[in-house]
């Protein structure tokens, strides 16, 4: 069978074991669904109104001192408390069944300009941003099991503060999806004795279809096994298990990767293109890695254009995810679209 079949098909995520239905005769079909207006207005590098924006007040009352570069401080607002929190349950039920957790939430404020994002930094912004990760990480590891440096960009992805910033949530377990990842990793190099996902992108590498950014150390696709339209995985091309793995010179190199995917989001539809994006590393409390690399997941929901979503519904949400467009062809229509910021151009 061909490894990129033309009709109706299945593709197995080798990272979580599912699978995902893949139909692409129904890009033909009319659209007569949910549009919504692009935001196209340009805002200015400060706002009196902004909790982010350097020397403002946040709604706890504290002051942002007038940062300028990046900015870190715990999350007002925490979804996780410290371990000398009251407990949220107690005792053993066969039906109900809980477990106490600790943990803490940081804000990762990427820059002091209230109207930059990732794709209209420069690359030494963005490697100050990568350098930031990599600290915090390397400080909350010795406490936690498992750090979770993510960024939700726009209104759609349930940011309420268009301020460029992301998140870290670190806490004493291992959450659901990650497990599966180590499950299915170890598995692959039991059989394979070599990381999966190396062998992956030195695999992606070489075919370059679904390729949308490469340097010399990092590689992006759209996966294989994608779900979302324009989902994509930022890979390292040299052995990684952590973020705090990574030498100066590959968070260089990984500013760049950074900065021209995000560009060319932005460049497909030609507006600040929303996304859930996160780090994947070995947990912590793994002694042994060989398994594990590495890598950042990306979530966009734009699906035809700047005001037309994909959305995870009916058959996806009862049976498994299926997508219209082909992994292969998303890459390529990011391709397409140049490296250069739709804003730069002439």
């Given amino acids: 069978m061909s490894t990129h079949p033309a009709g109706v098909h299945r593709r197995k995520n080798l990272l979580t074991g599912d699978w995902v239905l893949v139909s692409p005769h129904r890009n033909n079909r009319p659209w007569k669904g ?37 900015f870190v401080f715990t999350n007002d607002f925490s979804a996780l408390s410290g371990p000398d929190a009251t407990p949220a349950c107690d005792g053993d039920d066969a039906l109900w069944v809980s477990e106490e957790v600790s943990g803490e939430c940081r804000v990762v404020i990427f820059s002091p300009d209230h109207s930059q994002s990732l ?38 992805m349930g940011c309420s503060q268009p301020h460029p910033h992301g998140q870290i949530w670190a806490h004493d377990f291992v959450p659901s999806l990650v497990t599966r990842e180590d499950e299915c990793q170890v598995n692959y190099h039991q059989r394979h004795h070599s990381p999966l996902l190396l062998d992956y992108a030195m695999r992606e590498s070489r075919s370059g279809a679904r390729t949308v ?12 096994w994608a779900a979302w339209p324009f989902e994509t995985l930022l890979l390292p091309k040299h052995l990684i298990a952590r973020l705090d793995d990574m030498p100066e010179p590959l968070q260089h190199s990984l500013a760049s990767a950074l900065k ?24 912590n409390h793994l002694s042994e890695t060989a398994h594990w690399q590495l890598h950042a997941h990306f979530f966009p929901p734009l699906l035809r254009s700047a005001t037309i979503k994909k959305h995870m519904v009916g058959y996806e949400m009862l049976a ?21 910021h739709y804003s730069e151009r002439g």
Avoid at 213 to 224: C, Q, S
């Fill in 320 to 340: 498994e995810a299926q997508r219209d467009l082909t992994p292969e062809a998303a890459a390529s229509a990011l391709r397409d679209v140049g490296a250069v």
């Fill in 34 to 70: 949910a549009t919504e207006a692009t935001q196209t207005k340009e805002v200015s590098a400060y706002q009196t109104d902004c909790a982010l924006c350097p020397g403002n007040t946040r709604a706890n009352g504290e002051h942002n001192p007038p940062y300028r570069e990046t």
């Fill in 213 to 224: 950014v490469e340097n010399d150390d990092w590689i992006a696709v759209v996966p294989y």
């Fill in 119 to 156: 794709p209209r930094m420069t690359e030494a912004e963005i490697a100050r941003v990568v350098n930031t990760w990599v600290s915090e990480f390397k400080r909350l590891k010795t406490t936690y099991r498992w750090v979770q440096v993510f960024e939700n960009k726009g209104e759609v």
């Fill in 260 to 283: 021209e995917l995000t560009v060319r989001y932005d460049n497909l539809f030609q507006c600040s293109f929303p996304y859930s994006m996160g780090w994947h590393g070995a947990p």
